[in-house]
């Protein structure tokens, strides 16, 4: 049993790095802990307890985790000091070796992150200074789920339905930092998804690693789950974050196409428009596969925003197989590119790779991309300038503009005169008038 009374009146300060699924989790730690009388820190305070929540993508990434960390450390003197995450998780001895850490989570422990503070707190109190503890399995070990369905300070609700991966791509750590692959009962995440109804959710993005996996060994389904949530009512939309090309079937295309509440929207990583860096890379796919499945996509929804993921400069991305790349992206009917430099990382099989493209090419060949991206995003927004449509409003602060977003994802700003904080999480009629100043949102009129 946890007693809560020794946390009663503290303060929390939260940091995440990396995914939707990190911001997840760390919401649900949030509110684990405000229920235990906990409340996160305001502006220029001090908190009693902080937690980093980690992320290992990249090199880039490895290093801002401790720039996260010492700056934690600095900002509350004395504070009880926990990091959790893929970080954690790949490199504990070194996380825990940072002055002012005083616990370490793995993936599997992080679960249970209550019950290791609450034994850890009193031992601290006794004995000033940094505990240095880490827990952490082996990557085989890794079977626990932790449950996750939170917004924190966002007006869309996050749920996690699914966690590991069993694909081990050349160049990825994901596997070794999240386990394998494992989801919960279609059941669970419906009634997750009610309890967010219930607190006042109109959207809900479904989070994971790899999400299309999900029920691969419970015998359930993704599209089954995706079936099951269309019918939560109250839920006006739901939001797919993320989702392999191989594991995108026709039916999950059709009944997103005829749904109630799953929107037109798909973020679906390509990694590269090369068939030889994508056998390199190990991918379950080839960019015939990728080109069948957005026009499917588009023929059943011409409107639908479509996100793609693409690394450039991996080993073996020779000069050829970058124009391979652009060219496939070019003729490709999608709305937005996210494009990520690649970085080394120890113990993955892709070092065995030999050729190597130095930052500079990676750097140029990003920026081809980004720009590429750029045109296709706003030919995408200008096309649906005059049109009325339907849109979920976030709240701003008092005299700034309002943004949200419309059911194909298209960000849209309400001018400062016209916002009000009832539109805040209400689901309000507009006509797209033109872009903004910038080119990163519509604007937008409300409709009498």
């Known amino acids: 049993m946890i007693d809560s009374s020794a946390f009663q009146g ?26 235990m009388g906990v409340r996160t820190v305001d502006k220029g305070e ?23 960390i010492h700056r934690m450390v600095r900002n509350h003197p004395g504070a009880f000091v926990i990091v959790t995450g893929c970080y954690a998780q ?14 370490v989570l793995g993936t599997n422990e992080k679960a249970d992150l209550i019950q290791y503070l609450s034994e850890a707190w009193g031992e601290k109190a006794g004995h000033p200074g940094a505990l240095h503890r880490h827990h952490t399995v ?9 449950p996750s369905c939170a917004r924190g300070n966002r007006t869309r609700f996050f749920l996690k339905v699914q966690d590991g991966c069993d694909y081990f791509c050349t160049y990825c750590t994901i596997p070794f930092a999240r386990g394998f692959s494992r989801s919960p009962s279609i059941a669970s995440l419906v009634a997750q998804a009610r309890q967010a109804v219930a607190e006042g959710g109109r959207e809900i993005v479904l989070t994971g690693v790899n999400i299309g996996d999900f029920g691969a060994k419970t015998g359930e ?37 005829s749904s109630r509440a799953f929107m037109p929207h798909f973020h679906i990583p390509l990694q590269s428009g090369s068939d030889t860096v994508l056998r390199l890379m190990h991918r379950r796919y080839d960019t015939a596969l990728f080109a069948d499945k957005i026009h499917r996509i588009k023929a059943l929804m011409p409107d639908a925003f479509i996100g793609v993921d693409v690394m450039v400069g991996t080993r073996g991305e020779t000069p050829e197989c970058f124009e391979e790349t652009y060219r496939f992206l070019s003729g490709l009917d999608v709305t937005q590119l996210h494009v990520f430099p690649y970085s080394e990382r120890p113990g993955t099989a892709a070092l065995r790779i030999p050729y190597v493209v130095d930052e500079a090419t990676k750097k140029q060949r990003s920026q081809r991309l980004l720009a590429l991206s750029d045109e296709k995003t706003l030919a995408f ?42 539109y805040d999480n209400q689901l309000i009629p ?12 519509l604007l937008c009129h409300i409709n009498d």
């Not at 026709?250 to 196409?257: H, P, Q, S, T």
């Not at 849109?391 to 298209?410: C, D, P, S, W």
């Open 430 to 441: 507009v006509r797209l008038t033109a872009l903004n100043h910038d080119h990163t949102a």
């Open 381 to 422: 927004y200008q096309r649906h300038i005059g049109q009325e449509a339907e849109v979920l409003f976030e709240k701003a602060e008092r005299g700034k503009a309002m943004h949200g977003f419309t059911r194909n994802y298209i960000r849209v700003e309400l001018p400062p005169a016209q916002a009000r904080e009832e």
């Open 138 to 146: 082996r990557t085989k070990e890794i079977t626990s789920f932790a």
């Open 10 to 35: 503290k303060k929390a300060a939260y940091f995440t790095l990396g995914c939707k699924l990190n911001f997840a989790e760390t919401s649900t730690f949030a509110r684990m802990l405000q229920e």
């Open 221 to 257: 389904s993704f599209v089954d789950l995706v079936r099951s949530l269309d019918a939560v009512e109250g839920i006006s939309r739901f939001r797919i974050s993320s989702l392999e090309p191989d594991l995108i079937s026709d039916e999950l295309i059709d009944f997103c196409a």
């Open 90 to 103: 790949l490199e504990p001895e070194r996380v825990g070796d940072i002055d002012g850490v005083d616990l």
């Open 46 to 68: 001090r908190a009693d307890i902080c937690l980093v929540n980690t992320c290992s993508v990249t090199e880039v990434a490895d290093h801002k985790c401790r720039q996260a």
